[in-house]
Nanobody, 125 residues
């Protein structure tokens, strides 16, 4: 497992941007699929984005609800994964969780065995 700490959440207005960061500890970070999930009050946790990397392949996946507005990226040298969120909407309001998985190119929550504490993102209309 890797240990994960998110940062960058906050209160913004609709149309604004935020960038979330997730700092990971652990020597195997670069081999992990890193993902972002979110959970709004009264709703189930949902997949947002994931990025996989290996010496032979890479891949990025997005939920349809954020495609074209959110961008996930990673810096393996810094053990950090980012989520750039643009054109935010009130329905993006949720606690955002960073997660790590040993499964390549997955977006299934049950495949992720490392989770951060979460960071709150609130988008006002």
């Amino acid at each position: 497992q890797v240990q994960l700490v998110e940062s960058g959440g906050g209160l913004v207005q609709a149309g604004d941007s935020l960038r979330l960061s997730c700092a990971a500890s652990g020597r195997t970070f670069s081999s992990y699929t890193m993902g972002w999930f979110r959970q709004a009050p009264g709703k189930e946790r949902e997949f947002v984005a994931a990025i996989s990397w290996s010496s032979w392949s890479s891949g990025i996946r997005y939920a349809d609800s954020v495609k074209g507005r959110f961008t996930i990226s990673r810096d393996n040298a810094e053990n950090t994964v980012y989520l750039q969120m643009d054109a935010l909407k009130p329905e993006d309001t949720a606690v955002y969780y960073c997660a790590g998985s040993r499964v390549f190119y997955t977006k299934v929550a049950e495949d992720f065995d490392s989770w951060g504490q979460g960071t709150q993102v609130t988008v006002s209309s």
